[in-house]
């Protein structure tokens, strides 16, 4: 038996790209930055590749900066470069589940600042 479980938190390197194919089927792509355990470090950044409904959620919600959970399974692009013939490939994690963590306010302000900041009066749970 195999396993292939990738569990991730970290924040987005970009905003998401978006494509949508005839079939009505809809890919969202991105990175994401995981520090490590020293500050020193620098951060382990992968490629996301979200489907389906966790797309549409992605590109309404995911801005640079925000503050990302996912679970999904690592898989290896391989593709023939165009000029050169050369194989190429790229490691992805394909994200079966995407969590948007941090407050509403961290995720709009993720744009400008990857910085959190203090819950707002609505978002205090008491």
Sequence with gaps: MGVNSVTLVGRAGRDPEVRYFESGSMVANLTIAVNRRSRDDEPDWFNLEIWGKQAQVAADYVKKGSLLGIIGSFKLDRWSDRNSGEERS?????????????????????????????????????
């Design 90 to 126: 790229k490691p992805v994690v394909r994200v079966d589940r995407l969590e948007l963590l941090g407050s509403k306010r961290d995720n709009q302000e993720a744009g400008a600042s990857f910085g959190g900041g203090s819950p707002s009066d609505e978002e205090v749970p008491f």
